[in-house]
């Protein structure tokens, strides 16, 4: 399954909640291959796609380290609102960089830091087909940006994972 297929399904499923592309060449340094945007009067909301780093990463705290990258790079002013990040990180063999979908749950904000607000995390293996999804509290403003999310997501062909056991990995094998 391709990051464009799994780009373009986000951007429609986030069209119809008013987000509009806000990609900047600077953002490709990054490893952000799409980036939208929504800022009203009371609201300041924007939604990451990024390509995992070679290597072994920490899925989580990648993103809570790129969300301060991610706000310097699209230049947002958070005069009087936050804004709230939504992250897609995909790539190939994640497995290892998740570890458990409750794991991933602990890397996203519980409180605001009244800059950038890490307010989901969605992690897209692009070669094993799956996705898993950490969100923060208080989902009446962003809950349906996040849903909107994960139907873009399922939308490209991506299965959520669910563990057979709480907390248990995602891989199955000892290597």
């Given amino acids: ?7 373009r399904a986000v951007g429609q499923a986030l069209a119809g ?3 509009r592309p806000h990609w900047r060449e600077r953002m490709g340094r990054l490893g952000c291959v799409a980036f939208w945007r929504r800022c009203t009067l009371n609201t300041n909301r924007a939604v990451a796609v990024l390509r995992a780093p070679d290597g072994e990463i920490d899925a989580g705290r990648y993103c809570q380290r790129m969300k301060w990258q991610l706000l310097l790079a699209t230049r947002f ?14 790539g190939e063999r ?15 904000d519980l409180v605001s830091n009244q800059l950038v607000v890490l307010q989901s995390l969605f992690v897209v293996d ?12 208080g989902q009446v403003l962003t809950g349906p940006v996040q849903d909107a999310i ?3 997501i399922r939308a490209a062909g991506f299965s959520y994972f669910e563990a057979a056991e709480p ?5 199955s094998d000892d290597s």
């Avoid at 002013?77 to 995909?90: D, K, M, T």
């Avoid at 994640?94 to 996203?108: D, H, K, M, N, T």
């Avoid at 692009?126 to 509290?137: I, P």
């Avoid at 907390?167 to 891989?171: F, T, V, Y």
Wanted: aromatic share 12%; net charge negative; glycine share 10%.
């Fill in 1 to 7: 399954m391709s990051t464009e297929l799994l780009v």
């Fill in 77 to 90: 002013c958070p005069l009087f609102y936050e804004v709230g990040l939504q992250i897609v990180l995909c």
């Fill in 167 to 171: 907390g248990s990995a995602l891989s």
């Fill in 17 to 19: 909640h008013d987000f």
């Fill in 126 to 137: 692009t070669a094993a087909g799956w996705y898993v999804a950490a969100r923060t509290w």
């Fill in 150 to 152: 994960g139907l873009g």
């Fill in 94 to 108: 994640l497995e290892r960089a998740v570890g458990s979908p409750r794991e991933l749950q602990q890397y996203v």
